[in-house]
């Protein structure tokens, strides 16, 4: 069965960068798009970016286009979404979720401070 881990959350302050990586391994396969969400408190989960199978087509809503971009890495048997994110604000304080088809990984806090 396929899982989805989450990591590279933390404390940033506004105007740095954090790296989330979101592994996906186990299962007859781990090719498919991959997808990032996050949902600040008292808010909607909301679509943050998206990305191919084979990583080549990439979607970033419009609230983080320009600081945000995604990528993936397809290694053997396992594969990797990260999302790079840069210039950070206050706003973008949530938890980050990462998602293929159906399934969710854990989610992993981002705090960004003023």
């Known amino acids: 069965q396929v899982q989805l881990v989450e990591s590279g959350g933390g404390l940033v302050q506004a105007g740095g960068s954090l790296r989330l990586s979101c592994e996906a391994s186990?299962?007859?396969?781990?090719?498919?798009?991959m997808n990032w969400f996050r949902q600040a408190p008292g808010k909607r989960r909301e679509f943050v970016a998206a990305?191919?199978?084979?990583?080549?087509?990439?979607?970033?809503a419009d609230s983080v286009k320009g600081r945000f971009t995604i990528s993936k890495d397809n290694a053997s048997g396992k594969s990797t979404v990260y999302l790079h994110m840069t210039s950070l604000n206050p706003e973008d304080t949530a938890v980050y979720y990462c998602?293929?088809?159906?399934?969710w990984g854990q989610g992993t806090q981002v705090n960004v401070s003023s």
């Open positions: 998602n293929a088809n159906v399934l």
């Open positions: 990305i191919g199978a084979n990583g080549d087509n990439t979607l970033v």
């Open positions: 186990g299962g007859t396969s781990t090719h498919f798009g």
